[in-house]
């Protein structure tokens, strides 16, 4: 049995959680700072750094005690160091050299992109005793998640996330290929920024899932919103002209120019139900390029003859509602199984860093205590 700590710092939700033999989740526990960054639409990063900074060390005392052991009943503590912020990732990695090295236990850096696709091989937390006869079983989920199935290889994985949108072939948990990746906006970025067009709620991604499910995009008058597919065969994305098309949509034209420039309305001037209507077609448009990128990608590996058996998803994205429902059609209807994270394990958290970790430890891929951050990711 192997126990893994991991800790999570990358960007604006401070996590630590406690994963037996890379699947087992104990203990889960995340700090999120929205209500600091609300106010400016979008993550601070100095303001991130200094809150990881205050609430780390709460939050790894938090998961010890969830999982019931002690800091001597672990056998590796393992980190995101990379891709983030970099002031942000610095606190997480100082705190777990410094845990690995008072422990004498081996360190593990982890890709937190890589870890995302790690997530939906978790199984849930386990309530403890005294919450357990009032939690009901995640619905959207119970379906999905036959404890039994297992990844098939090869398999395609795709990461949905405000800082990602990539397509992978995975030939095994750790053995991946970007097959495309978004050229400019990520699908989260999109949609958080779509949030701020639409005046609909921070983080973005959540409140427009959402609004678009009150919306119609058939209603009248609603303009159907680009789907971008790029060159033929291409299978990396673009959302830059989606966030454009709705910000035409609900402001109108720009009048004036340069500095001085307005537009002829905003999201205050429209009626609920228009937003909502507006939310439907930006949710459909992104949600139906994802889902073309994937076909395209099963049609181009079945042409070098080879046939991805699952589908794998990842990234704080694959909470939304319509790209859950898409994707398990689609998965269905190419014979694919499916594997979605529980809804707690698609947004940032550290159960997938810890999980993950087991895969590189089982590998003997441990990290020195000179283990450096970096802001991209390698994959
Ligand atoms: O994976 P994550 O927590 O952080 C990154 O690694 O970037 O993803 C956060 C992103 C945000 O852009 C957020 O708005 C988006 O995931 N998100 C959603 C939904 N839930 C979170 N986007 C669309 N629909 C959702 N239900
Ligand atoms: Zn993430």
């Not at 100082?94 to 995302?116: E, M, T």
């Not at 053995?175 to 999109?190: F, K, P």
């Not at 959402?210 to 990396?236: T, W, Y």
């Not at 098309?245 to 034209?253: F, K, Q, S």
Request: hydrophobic share 40%.
């Amino acid at each position: 049995m192997t126990l893994i700590l991991g800790l999570e710092t990358s960007c604006d939700e401070t996590a630590a959680a406690v994963v037996r033999d890379g699947r087992e989740v104990l203990s889960n526990v995340v700090a999120t700072q929205h209500d600091l960054h609300v106010r400016y639409a979008g993550v601070v990063p100095e303001i991130a750094s200094r809150a990881h900074l205050e609430r780390l060390m709460p939050v790894v005392q938090q998961a010890i005690d969830d999982a019931g052991i002690t800091l001597a009943d672990l056998d590796a503590i393992a980190v995101g160091n990379r891709p983030g912020l970099v002031g942000s990732l610095i606190v997480g990695v100082a705190a777990a050299k410094a845990l690995a090295w008072s422990l004498d236990k081996p360190l593990i850096g982890i890709d937190h992109v890589r870890a995302h696709l790690h997530a939906a091989t978790l199984t849930p937390t386990k309530p403890r005793a005294a919450e357990q006869s009032d939690k009901a079983p995640d619905p959207s989920t119970s379906e999905i998640r036959n404890p039994k199935s297992e990844i098939v290889f090869p398999a395609l994985g795709l990461v949905v996330s405000g800082g990602h949108t990539s397509l992978y072939r995975m030939d095994s948990a750790a053995d991946i290929t970007v097959l495309g990746r978004t050229i400019d906006d990520a699908i989260g970025e999109a949609y958080d920024k779509a949030g701020v067009i639409l005046n609909a709620g921070y983080p973005g991604g959540p409140a427009m899932d959402k609004l678009s499910q009150q919306g119609d995009r058939n209603a009248e008058d609603v303009p159907e919103l680009p789907i971008s597919m790029l060159k033929p065969g291409s299978l990396d994305f673009s959302f830059s002209g989606l966030k454009t098309a709705l910000l035409y949509a609900v402001r109108g034209l720009p009048v004036g120019r340069g500095k001085d420039a307005t537009f002829e309305r905003d999201a205050s001037d429209l009626s609920p139900q228009r937003k909502a209507d507006l939310a439907a077609a930006f949710q459909h448009a992104a949600v139906t390029a994802v889902e073309r990128k994937i076909k395209r990608a099963i049609k181009q590996l079945a042409a070098e003859g080879v046939r991805p058996q699952s589908l794998v998803l990842g990234g704080g994205v694959s909470a939304n509602s319509a790209l859950r429902e898409r994707v398990q059609t689609m998965a269905k209807n190419h014979g694919l199984s499916i594997h979605l994270p529980e809804l707690g394990y698609c947004v940032d958290n550290a159960a997938m860093i810890a999980g993950y970790a087991h895969e590189l430890l089982e590998r003997g891929e441990t990290s020195p205590l000179d283990l450096p951050v970096v802001a991209t990711s390698r994959v």
